[in-house]
């Protein structure tokens, strides 16, 4: 076997030129693609990087996540003062369901707004409030034989009475867990 020819300089490992095609050299190589440790960088080793952050939170209208709120605040107590007539108890999951209704479209409609969880809770805690004197008022309709609709206008004064009689610990609980539920339900759908 033949030696290549030595560099002038003394270094063994220099070549004087491109190097020849032989064994230990390889013959054809393909193409590299850039190394990018990163996936989500693209392009060469100026261009690319990573992409922009996302917005900062939803914007919505706030106006018109109140007026949904209201909105279902009324239907929701409806219906709960209906489960309550129906079952004949108060029941914690229908005012947690209360406050996830109204919470919920009013963060999905009004966005992130720092007050609007607030708003919700509030709104909540009188559904829930509200749903509690329908029931009773149904229950008490359905045994005079009187209209719902007068005994929870005209009568008033004494349901809500009625209602302050009857109330115990559950009772302030289920307002409560409407008012958390609708607060914490507000942030989540508005993020």
């Not at 033949?2 to 020849?20: E, I, K, L, S, V």
């Not at 919505?60 to 996540?65: E, I």
């Amino acid at each position: 076997m033949t030696q290549p020819p030595q560099p002038q300089d003394g270094n063994p490992y220099a070549q004087q030129g491109p190097p020849q095609p032989g064994y230990g050299y390889p013959q054809q190589q393909p193409p590299q693609q850039q190394y990018t440790p990163f996936p989500q960088q693209q392009g060469g080793p100026m261009g690319g990087g990573f992409p922009p952050p996302p917005p900062a939170g939803r914007s919505g209208n706030v106006a018109l996540g109140i007026v949904a709120a209201v909105v279902l605040a009324l239907v929701t107590a409806w219906i709960y003062g209906a489960i309550m007539k129906a079952v004949e108890a108060e029941i914690g999951y229908a005012a947690v369901g209360v406050g996830l209704i109204i919470g919920f479209a009013a963060g999905k409609i009004g966005g992130r707004s720092q007050a609007l969880p607030f708003v919700c809770a509030v709104l909540a805690l009188g559904a829930v409030y509200l749903g509690q004197l329908t029931g009773y008022a149904m229950a008490i309709a359905d045994l005079g034989n009187v209209s719902f609709l007068d005994i929870l206008t005209d009568h008033f004064s004494d349901l809500n009475e009625g209602w302050k009689h009857e109330a115990d610990f559950l009772t302030y609980l289920f307002l409560l867990v409407g008012a958390a539920a609708a607060f914490g339900s507000t942030k989540k759908a508005s993020l």
